[in-house]
């Protein structure tokens, strides 16, 4: 079964700190995501990664940022924290093709529920 | 951009009532996934759909991928309890590997 592992399953955090939020998956796959889940709003893609130390931005990229030095290991950063990054963020990983972007069945991690104070 | 309409937003329902829920787009893809959010938990993939005409089923779960390749139907038979959750639909949007996602649909299930 594929696994895909989150750093915490909550975290409270107040403005303006750094912010580091890790997802390891042990199946190998090429392609990374990260997602910020809202009510109403569905899951809406922050950054992905199809290679290591690639990256590429999602739909709402603004004030985030992602490291991916190991190819099991997708980080997501907020550098300055702030109150509207309150959310529940999800990390997904796909086997994907070597090179392109195209991409297998997403697994998910269980989500770090996020609380900027 | 792509968008996914998922329908209905939120059921209420009684114990053994089957249950139906739809995602439309706008656009054609050549994949549609099913998944279920358990609250405070992860969406878990229940379905995964590839071709066009497609009915898959999973226990009391089916789904279908419609002809016109723009839309999908979960079906759930004899809902129980442990169905509660948020069920989402998914497309792959080949030009950039991303998938799109439905709003989901939150279904509520009354002993």
Known sequence: ?117 | GQQLNQSPQSMFIQEGEDVSMNCTSSSIFNTWLWYKQDPGEGPVLLIALYKAGELTSNGRLTAQFGITRKDSFLNISASIPSDVGIYFCAGLYNQGGKLIFGQGTELSVKP
């Open chain 1, 1 to 117: 079964d594929v696994k895909v592992t989150q750093s915490s399953r909550y975290l409270v955090k107040r403005t303006g700190e750094k912010v580091f939020l890790e997802c390891v998956q042990d199946m190998d796959h090429e392609n990374m995501f990260w997602y910020r889940q809202d009510p109403g709003l569905g899951l809406r893609l922050i950054y992905f990664s199809y290679d290591v130390k690639m990256k590429e931005k999602g739909d709402i990229p603004e004030g985030y940022s992602v490291s991916r030095e190991k190819k099991e290991r997708f980080s997501l950063i907020l550098e300055s924290a702030s109150t509207n990054q309150t959310s529940m963020y999800l990390c997904a990983s796909a086997s994907g093709t070597s090179g392109g972007l195209s991409t297998d069945t997403q697994y998910f991690g269980p989500g770090t529920r996020l609380t900027v104070l």
